[in-house]
């Protein structure tokens, strides 16, 4: 069933959000207070997640609280990788919660955290475990970042890409599958800290990977899971035939549905993370969506505001 619905992804993130077509983010913030509403609108049942935040920055959660989009939502959400792209220790976790708490009274997801194979396995491994120790309850939500590698023929979602050097490979090896689907290290480790830690994972369109990945997350014993419906996808050739089999094969998880990235035929520049021309455009896209997956179904479990027993 759909838990939650998540407004963006990685919005201070520039290869998310452009800044130079919204230094101030005030683009953002008024379509994400329309997407708050207009999800409402269908569902007021239905939490709504700010896309989590990477970097963890409470300057950028107090700007949006300034400007209204926190009473539009119903939880913050926050994405670290301290041993591959923070310039933070992974034992700092706790800490980096509550800078957040210190402007927020929402209650605070860890919507992904992860850590990559590129120099050695057992990094991972490491990871997995001193995550859980760190982290399970601290948050009521925790999506480790992610079930599969990212296959090498298709691109990270980066801006700069190669030029990135070592930062944009480390985007192929976040698994705990590898790219054929055998297991690494850090899979049995994983499967310890299971139902309390989650999945982030992602499914791009036509996704060979869906039904395997499925029968991979209830054997690992995953219960709860954060995946995205692209708005630049739904203008692709039977884009609801491929949402529509993307939701009934994760109906049997708890899902927070992430809506993200710009056609580029809506947004000021032609660029998934441009801001929209028309922020309304974006809204009606999660409503419609909320419709279609989420409104009248079962009643849904209330907002986590603390962590599970």
């Not at 409470?58 to 989009?69: D, E, H, K, S, Y």
């Not at 689907?181 to 299971?194: D, I, N, S, V, Y």
């Amino acid at each position: 069933m759909i838990e939650a619905a998540m407004i963006w992804n990685e919005p201070n993130n520039k290869s998310h959000w452009d800044p130079e077509i919204d230094p101030d983010w005030s683009r953002f913030a008024e379509m994400a207070i329309l997407a708050g509403k207009a999800i409402a609108a269908v569902d007021p049942t239905l939490p709504r997640v700010l896309g989590g935040i990477s970097p963890i920055d409470p300057t950028f959660i107090a700007n949006l609280a300034g400007r209204g989009v926190l009473d539009h939502v119903d939880v913050v959400a926050v994405h670290g990788f301290p041993l591959d792209w923070n310039l933070w220790s992974i034992h700092d976790w706790p800490s980096k919660i509550d800078e957040i708490r210190t402007v927020t009274s929402l209650p605070i997801w860890v919507s992904e955290v992860g850590v990559s194979t590129f120099g050695a396995e057992e990094v991972q491994v490491f990871g997995v475990n001193r995550t859980a120790e760190l982290l399970v309850g601290k948050a009521p939500r925790i999506h480790w970042y992610s079930l599969y590698d990212l296959p090498r023929a298709w691109p990270a979602t980066t801006r700069h890409k190669e030029a990135e050097g070592s930062s944009y490979y480390r985007h192929f090896d976040m698994g705990l599958l590898r790219e054929d689907g055998t297991p690494k290290l850090a899979l049995e480790h994983f499967a310890r800290h299971t139902p309390a830690l989650g999945l982030c994972q992602w499914f791009h369109y036509q996704d060979h990977r869906l039904d395997e990945a499925v029968a991979w997350m209830k054997r690992l014993g995953v219960t709860y899971l954060r995946t995205g419906l692209s708005w630049a996808d739904s203008f692709r050739p039977d884009a609801l035939g491929w949402f529509d089999r993307q939701m009934e094969a994760l109906t049997d998880f708890d899902v927070t549905v992430t809506f993200c990235f710009t056609p580029e035929h809506l947004g000021l520049a032609p660029h998934h993370t441009s801001a929209p021309r028309d922020p309304g455009a974006f809204a009606d896209f999660c409503a419609a969506m909320i419709e279609r997956y989420a409104a009248h179904r079962a009643p849904p479990r209330p907002v986590l505001t603390a962590c599970p027993a």
